[in-house]
């Protein structure tokens, strides 16, 4: 079992769409939460990071972490074409050194 | 605006080659690392360096090494290139103790070896 479980899709929505993506977790030592952006041959960039268990809003995304369930998504709403990307969740103990990252869900937002 | 630049982008290299991918950042962070890139496998961490001539092994260091000589620069070196070493190669770097844990990344390295 992999310690990070993220369905690599490929997921396609139409423009406006609300898009759910998620990542399951072993460790629980992981206490930092994060969501990678990245566009085609882009390194990835941070969307963004959750310390701990619940809910951060940032415009049209919104990161939620269940510490309990071990489980994080990540929601975009009223989602663009600009949105197409591949988004990587990445989680680390308190020590940034021990990141581990999923495979990436590939989306495309259809006009 | 920070950066961290990776000097080759595309590489093409023949099996039994030594290869140097080279990684600055202008951002005076400690933390710098290697991470290759495959589908399916997501990114897997080869190896880091928290410190000038520093460097610790991460998941996947056999087949490769690493220098540090200067804060700024952090060298991914393959000894003898193989075909299961054909993949994209990500430098990162962060601040040590930064506390979001963002890693700042960059464009890549394209590495085909045949």
């Known amino acids: 079992q992999k310690e990070v479980e993220q369905d690599p899709g490929p997921l396609s929505v139409p423009e406006g769409a609300i898009v759910s993506l998620n990542c399951t977790y072993s460790?629980?030592?992981?206490?930092?939460f994060m969501w990678y952006r990245q566009y085609s041959r882009k390194g990835p960039e941070l969307l963004m990071y959750t310390y701990s268990s619940g809910n951060k809003e940032d415009g049209r995304f919104t990161a939620q972490v269940d510490k309990s369930s071990k489980y994080i998504s990540l929601f975009i709403r009223d989602s663009q074409p600009s949105d197409s990307a591949t988004y990587l969740c990445a989680m680390s103990p308190i020590n940034n050194n021990d990141m581990r990252f999923g495979a990436g869900t590939r989306l495309t937002v259809k006009p | 605006d920070v950066k961290v630049t990776q000097s080759s982008r595309y590489l093409v290299k023949r099996t039994g080659e030594k290869v140097f991918l080279e990684c600055v950042q202008d951002?005076?962070?400690?933390?710098m690392f290697w991470y290759r890139q495959d589908p399916g496998l997501g990114l897997r961490l080869i190896y880091f360096?928290?410190?000038?001539?520093?460097?610790e092994k991460g998941d996947i260091p056999e087949g490769y090494s690493v220098s540090r000589e200067k804060k700024e620069r952090f060298s991914l070196i393959l000894e003898s290139a193989s075909t299961n070493q054909t993949s994209m190669y990500l430098c990162a770097s962060s601040l040590m103790g930064g506390n979001t844990g963002e890693l700042f990344f960059g464009e890549g390295s394209r590495l085909t070896v045949l």
């Open positions: 951002m005076d962070h400690e933390n």
């Open positions: 460790n629980s030592a992981f206490q930092y």
């Open positions: 360096s928290y410190d000038v001539k520093m460097k």
